[in-house]
């Protein structure tokens, strides 16, 4: 089955960029329809980006269209959220999903 692990959280300020990275291992990533999803602190889990198995549609909420970027490679099997123009409200753990198969265990996005 598939595994997945995210990478790439951090502090940053107010206006800067991060990228979070989402490998997979036991399946290939293609197979699935792959998206973020955060959690703050007191708040329900909700989505921020989803993309299809191969790539070519994305969706994004509202709250993050225009300054997130989902997107994937499936030769590396592996998923990214480029996040620009960060805000404090987006501060979060983030995580990375395939469907309802699997989920990563979450990386700290923190923004100040």
């Known amino acids: 089955h598939v595994q997945l692990v995210e990478s790439g959280g951090g502090s940053v300020q107010a206006g800067g960029s991060l990228r979070l990275s989402c490998a997979a291992s036991?399946?290939?990533?293609?197979?699935?329809?792959v998206g973020w999803f955060r959690q703050a602190p007191g708040k329900e889990r909700e989505g921020v980006a989803a993309?299809?198995?191969?790539?070519?549609?994305?969706v994004s909420a509202d709250s993050v269209r225009g300054r997130f970027t989902i997107s994937r490679d499936n030769a590396k099997n592996t998923l990214y959220l480029q996040m620009n123009s960060l805000k404090p409200e987006d501060t979060a753990v983030y995580y990375c999903?395939?469907?309802?198969?699997?989920w990563g265990q979450g990386t700290q996005v923190t923004v100040s």
């Open positions: 036991g399946h290939t990533l293609s197979s699935y329809c």
């Open positions: 999903a395939a469907e309802s198969v699997a």
């Open positions: 993309i299809s198995a191969g790539g070519g549609n994305t």
